[in-house]
């Protein structure tokens, strides 16, 4: 069974643990308490194939943003998260973009943009149009979620699965040891 380790990026408040949560879970955290790293297991069936995700949710305060690099240089897949809700959360994860793309040394890294708090709708400050152009940008997939109603939770999880399985990058299985 494949291993896929993805990391769940994004600034503070975005709601990356009530995603994570959500999909590993269940459940919905009502109450905000800020991360600082969390570390969870779940197997998951993705197009027939069984895989297990190892799934690191990230501080998204900036006074741990100094961890990330080892977070990044770790991780193989990304989902990198802003709130739909607040503008500057959307602007920060274009930093994020290029700090992945610096740390692995490539631009193609499998990266699934995903707005999440689609259920606030009436406080929406970032377009769908806007994700897409951006995600487009990337080269990315893109989706907007809600860890709340569960509105895409589950797919976001499968297609950076996808993006992993695509990627020449991704390990694919293949061990090597050097004998000193």
């Not at 274009?94 to 606030?120: A, H, W």
Request: proline share 3%; glycine share 8%.
């Amino acid at each position: 069974m494949r291993e896929f380790k993805v990391v769940v990026l994004g600034s503070g408040g975005v709601g990356k643990s009530a995603l994570t949560v959500q999909f590993v879970s269940g459940h919905f955290m009502e109450k905000y308490d800020p991360t600082v790293e969390d570390f969870y297991r779940k197997e998951i069936e993705v197009d027939g194939s069984p895989c297990v995700l190892e799934i690191l949710d990230t501080a998204g305060t900036e006074q741990f943003a100094s961890m990330r690099d080892l977070y990044i240089k770790n991780g193989q897949g990304f989902l990198v998260v802003y709130s739909l809700t607040n503008h500057q959360t959307f602007q920060d994860i274009k930093n994020m973009k290029e700090q992945i793309s610096r740390v692995k040394g490539s631009d193609r890294v499998p990266i699934m943009l995903v707005g999440n708090k689609v259920d606030l709708e009436n406080q929406r400050e970032v377009s769908t149009v806007e994700g897409m152009a951006l995600a487009q940008m990337w080269g990315s997939p893109f989706l907007e979620t809600s860890a709340k109603v569960k509105t895409n939770v589950n797919p976001v999880f499968s297609e950076i699965v996808r993006e992993m399985n695509d990627s020449p990058e991704v390990e694919k299985g293949s061990y090597c040891c050097t004998i000193l």
